[in-house]
């Protein structure tokens, strides 16, 4: 578990790069000059062809905790984050670290090329601090983790940018550090490396009470191992606190500024502490949204909406539509109803025949349609939801789009991904409430 003691904190931090490179080179000059002879570190303000990548950015991580970074390219993430690391310093401000830091910020960094994988590993872990005999007994954990077989005495020159993530990510998360860096690189892992790591990152929280700081684009990862967030763009925090708050603002930021009108009624301010849940991603190229899905929310079996539950909970999901056009008649059309896991995997659903368990066949213009599952019976995860209305003859959708995020604890491990898993239809209860 984690305490109060601070493990990382950055003040006011800003850094600047140029556009230029012969430019760049010149202010580098000007600089390192302005240092040696009067002491000062940087030039204040920005000069021609400067700008911001990161721009007074506060924020603290306590020990156990875990920090995701979120916004779109181009917004100072990484750049954040090796300052942490100490590969930047800051131009302003200040960052302070109390701990042994390990990180895999890009593909291959820290890797000498002509040496094999086993002589990485070796050189790797004593730059993080590990003696030889202490690499001696982590190494085959290390390779066990990597899973990179037969190539370990090759060159890692040779490596694909996979084997290097892998490489990589088991020599960092095995060093036991008391911070660790996370970036995108992860994404270059396959579906099961990236299920394995997320497992052992939460191990180093449990068992080491490992601060992380997570930068990553897939949401999904970054609920369901972070506990707070900061949202940046353009090199400043626009939004920080709680990681469902802050993911909400991402997924507003990021939605296209042409999307269907209907789609900016359905989450005007989200409120994940209210059950609700935000649009992800609506298939309006594929559907004629005759059907406006208003909001979607979870209740359990008290009457309260909530956002995370246990495997054993009873639960409802509730979606508030309203048809478009008065004419619209959907009858005995189809509601298709799934959980999609942090890795895209479907691993529940269930789906209802209008006029079928008292629906009538022909919808009312405005309702709440609620799928009871009782219980829910999912594995530990984080989950979004699909939501798609058909027609009857389940090839035309009148709307369709995913909806996040929920949160599931259960004795039942995450499931790990493979290869066409199936879906498990479950016999929910469906009600309609006018």
């Not at 000059?33 to 030039?43: A, E, M, P, R, V």
């Not at 629906?359 to 405005?366: A, G, N, Q, R, Y």
């Amino acid at each position: 578990m984690g305490n109060n003691e601070i493990i990382v904190r950055a003040e006011r931090v800003s850094k600047k790069f140029c556009k230029r490179l012969k430019r760049s080179l010149w202010y580098g000059v000007q600089d390192l000059t302005s240092t040696l002879l009067w002491g000062n570190k940087h030039h204040g303000g920005l000069r021609k062809d400067e700008f911001w990548a990161v721009n007074d950015i506060s924020f603290e991580v306590k020990k156990g905790e875990t920090l995701g970074i979120i916004g779109p390219n181009g917004s100072g993430k990484t750049t954040l984050l090796k300052m942490i690391d100490g590969i930047f310093r800051p131009d302003k401000g200040k960052i302070s670290i109390k701990g042994k830091i390990s990180a895999l910020i890009a593909v291959g960094v820290g890797f000498h090329p002509v040496l094999t994988g086993r002589e990485n590993i070796y050189m790797n872990g004593s730059i993080l601090g590990l003696t030889k005999d202490e690499l001696d007994d982590k190494f085959n954990d290390i390779i066990e983790f990597a899973d990179i077989g037969d190539f370990l005495d090759m060159p890692i020159r040779n490596y694909s940018s996979g084997m290097l993530v892998r490489l990589g990510f088991a020599v960092a998360a095995h060093c036991e550090p008391e911070i660790l860096l996370i970036d995108e690189v992860l994404a270059v892992g396959d579906a099961a490396f990236r299920h394995k790591c997320s497992d052992r990152m939460k191990e180093l929280i449990r068992d080491c009470n490992c601060s992380i700081v997570l930068v990553s684009h897939n949401m999904q990862t970054i609920e369901a191992i972070a506990e707070k967030a900061i949202l940046l763009n353009k090199g400043e925090i626009i939004s920080s606190g709680n990681i469902g708050d802050v993911v909400a603002q991402y997924d507003l930021l990021m939605r296209p500024k042409d999307t269907d009108n209907t789609c900016s009624t359905i989450y005007p301010s989200p409120s994940p502490e209210k059950g609700e849940l935000m649009l992800v991603k609506k298939y309006s190229d594929f559907t004629d949204n005759s059907i406006e899905i208003k909001k979607i929310w979870l209740e359990s079996s008290d009457g309260k909406r909530r956002t995370t539950f246990s495997s054993n909970d009873d639960v409802a999901v509730c979606i508030s539509y309203k048809l478009r056009l008065p004419d619209i008649k959907i009858q005995r059309g189809f509601v298709w109803l799934s959980f999609i896991n942090e890795w895209n995997m479907n691993c529940l659903g269930t789906r209802l025949r209008l006029g079928e368990q008292g629906i009538p066949s022909i919808l009312p213009e405005t309702g709440v349609l609620c799928a009871w599952f009782r219980p829910l019976q999912l594995a530990t995860s984080s989950y979004k939801i699909a939501i798609h209305f058909f027609d009857e003859t389940f090839s035309f959708p009148y709307s369709t789009g995913h909806y996040g995020y929920l949160k599931v604890t259960s004795d039942i491990p995450t499931i790990t991904p493979g290869v066409n898993t199936p879906v498990c239809w479950s016999k929910s209860q469906w009600i309609l409430e006018k």
